[in-house]
């Protein structure tokens, strides 16, 4: 009953539903290659994994799981990409259905629209990029596995879609064992992997700006100029870095010639915005390395896209407030525009709960295991911002810290935002204020 009245509210439920749905499929004996029930927590953690797009596996996927089980993930993870209130709102469209101001609220806190009024044309792009996208990598990949790896064309085609699909949704699963790994010196299979992940990260209320004003700088809204220039930022910070870090390291970039270990820096610097392939060994990164994915992987990518993170937006609001403060201005603002405080209050509010999600997580895990802090607190920041990216510790994990992992998964793909926007709609402003004093900061 409460779902009708509030529909922010049904975002987390139908997730979890799915979710739920996925864990019955992926216990079934023909979803595994030997035919055999797979775990509760197996299933339940796959399947998590998918519906958030995370890519964290307990389980080798083309060992573990029958092709009909790849299959059930790949879905989950197209659907848990698409968003589940996206594929509603379409549908409430075709009954015919009219948006009232809930409704737009509750898709808006998704997908994150620029113009609710205009959902119609948003949801027609957002099917029209995904089926374009995912179609033309996929075939690209397809006759690449087929002509250079002496694949048969069914077994192409199949490798194909699913890492098109699972890089377009920012899935990070892979049909191989090693991720791409065996393909780290191939720019054909690397490079149009990277070109999806880093278009479907941008968001859709980014591509909706772009197709209605082209290249057009100034005429882009704030948001998109932000999500641009915060992206190319990003990227460049972490490809030089990586290359930096990891160019003499002998167990990445060492033996490689500088092409090879121009293209993995490139790769690398992609892949913690929240996709999770990776064409290096990360367990083998330099601690330094490790620390540059922390930040990367905490922002993430674009608002209303596929990535996940506390996204792009959100910590370059709190670093244009912090800018503000040293410099001794009045508001906080870029690219000659201020910001309201209620984006403030909201981008500090998402910070602040992300990183305590992420403390919390971290701090219980590492009180059951031994496994190195560094290890765990970059498994942590993967599940929560759905990365996928690990050291290779996810299987060695105790099942209740694979429970909170799924904890992290799942908040971290329905969103902080949207969690503290269902709980706040009970919720009735004060009438009153307090009378304002100011304790002594710092």
Same mark, same amino acid.
């Given at each position: 009953?409460?779902?009708?009245?509030?529909?922010?509210?049904?975002?987390?439920?139908?997730?979890?539903?799915?979710?739920?749905?996925?864990?019955?499929?992926?216990?079934?004996?023909?979803?595994?290659?030997?035919?055999?029930?797979?775990?509760?927590?197996?299933?339940?953690?796959?399947?998590?994994?998918?519906?958030?797009?995370?890519?964290?596996?307990?389980?080798?996927?083309?060992?573990?799981?029958?092709?009909?089980?790849?299959?059930?993930?790949?879905?989950?993870?197209?659907?848990?990409?698409?968003?589940?209130?996206?594929?509603?709102?379409?549908?409430?469209?075709?009954?015919?259905?009219?948006?009232?101001?809930?409704?737009?609220?509750?898709?808006?806190?998704?997908?994150?629209?620029?113009?609710?009024?205009?959902? =119609?044309?948003? +949801?027609?792009?957002?099917?029209?990029?995904?089926? %374009? $996208? #995912?179609?033309?990598?996929?075939?690209? /990949? *397809?006759?690449?596995?087929?002509?250079?790896?002496?694949?048969?064309?069914?077994?192409?085609?199949?490798?194909?879609?699913?890492?098109?699909?699972?890089?377009?949704?920012?899935?990070?699963?892979?049909?191989?064992?090693?991720?791409?790994?065996?393909?780290?010196?191939?720019?054909?299979?690397?490079?149009?992997?990277?070109?999806?992940?880093?278009?479907?990260?941008?968001?859709?209320?980014?591509?909706?700006?772009?197709?209605?004003?082209?290249?057009?700088?100034?005429?882009?809204?704030?948001?998109?100029?932000?999500?641009?220039?915060?992206? =190319?930022?990003? +990227?460049?910070?972490?490809?030089?870095?990586?290359? %930096? $870090? #990891?160019?003499?390291?002998?167990?990445? /970039? *060492?033996?490689?010639?500088?092409?090879?270990?121009?293209?993995?820096?490139?790769?690398?610097?992609?892949?913690?915005?929240?996709?999770?392939?990776?064409?290096?060994?990360?367990?083998?990164?330099?601690?330094?390395?490790?620390?540059?994915?922390?930040?990367?992987?905490?922002?993430?990518?674009?608002?209303?896209?596929?990535?996940?993170?506390?996204?792009?937006?959100?910590?370059?609001?709190?670093?244009?407030?912090?800018?503000?403060?040293?410099?001794?201005?009045?508001?906080?603002?870029?690219?000659?525009?201020?910001?309201?405080?209620?984006?403030?209050?909201?981008?500090?509010?998402?910070?602040?709960?992300?990183? %305590?999600?992420?403390?919390?997580?971290?701090?219980?895990? *590492?009180?059951?295991?031994?496994?190195?802090?560094?290890?765990?607190?970059?498994?942590?920041?993967?599940?929560?911002?759905?990365?996928?990216?690990?050291?290779?510790?996810?299987?060695?994990?105790?099942?209740?810290?694979?429970?909170?992992?799924?904890?992290?998964?799942?908040?971290?793909?329905?969103?902080?935002?949207?969690?503290?926007?269902?709980?706040?709609?009970?919720?009735?402003?004060?009438?009153?204020?307090?009378?304002?004093?100011?304790?002594?900061?710092?």
């Amino acid at each position: 009953m409460f779902a009708s009245r509030d529909p922010i509210r049904l975002i987390p439920l139908l997730f979890l539903a799915l979710i739920l749905v996925g864990t019955i499929v992926l216990s079934l004996p023909i979803a595994t290659a030997d035919g055999s029930r797979a775990p509760l927590l197996v299933a339940f953690f796959t399947s998590t994994s998918a519906v958030a797009v995370t890519g964290l596996i307990v389980v080798d996927t083309p060992v573990y799981w029958s092709r009909f089980g790849e299959a059930t993930i790949m879905i989950l993870f197209q659907i848990g990409g698409f968003g589940i209130m996206t594929a509603a709102t379409l549908f409430g469209l075709m009954a015919g259905r009219g948006f009232g101001l809930r409704d737009r609220m509750a898709t808006q806190v998704e997908r994150s629209l620029l113009d609710t009024g205009n959902a =119609a044309s948003v +949801l027609k792009l957002i099917l029209s990029i995904t089926v %374009a $996208m #995912e179609a033309a990598v996929a075939l690209v /990949l *397809a006759i690449r596995f087929a002509a250079g790896y002496d694949m048969s064309a069914a077994e192409a085609a199949w490798h194909g879609l699913f890492h098109s699909i699972s890089a377009f949704n920012n899935a990070g699963f892979s049909s191989f064992s090693d991720s791409v790994m065996s393909f780290q010196v191939d720019p054909v299979i690397l490079v149009p992997i990277m070109v999806s992940v880093i278009v479907s990260a941008l968001g859709f209320p980014v591509m909706q700006d772009i197709r209605q004003h082209r290249l057009r700088w100034r005429r882009w809204s704030l948001h998109t100029k932000i999500t641009i220039s915060g992206t =190319a930022a990003l +990227l460049a910070v972490g490809f030089f870095s990586i290359l %930096a $870090m #990891e160019w003499s390291n002998p167990d990445t /970039l *060492a033996p490689m010639g500088v092409g090879a270990k121009l293209l993995n820096a490139g790769f690398h610097s992609v892949m913690p915005r929240t996709a999770g392939f990776n064409s290096l060994d990360v367990g083998a990164f330099h601690d330094e390395t490790l620390m540059m994915n922390y930040l990367l992987m905490f922002v993430g990518g674009g608002s209303a896209g596929t990535a996940g993170g506390i996204k792009i937006t959100t910590f370059l609001v709190l670093f244009a407030i912090v800018l503000s403060e040293v410099l001794g201005r009045r508001d906080a603002g870029l690219f000659q525009r201020r910001f309201g405080r209620a984006i403030e209050r909201q981008a500090l509010s998402v910070a602040v709960l992300a990183a %305590a999600l992420v403390f919390a997580a971290t701090t219980y895990i *590492a009180s059951i295991s031994d496994i190195p802090l560094g290890d765990i607190l970059f498994e942590c920041i993967s599940a929560f911002s759905t990365v996928g990216l690990s050291t290779g510790i996810t299987a060695n994990l105790p099942p209740s810290a694979l429970v909170v992992l799924c904890i992290l998964m799942f908040i971290g793909r329905v969103g902080t935002i949207t969690v503290a926007t269902a709980l706040a709609l009970g919720n009735r402003e004060r009438p009153y204020r307090y009378p304002e004093e100011n304790p002594i900061v710092g």
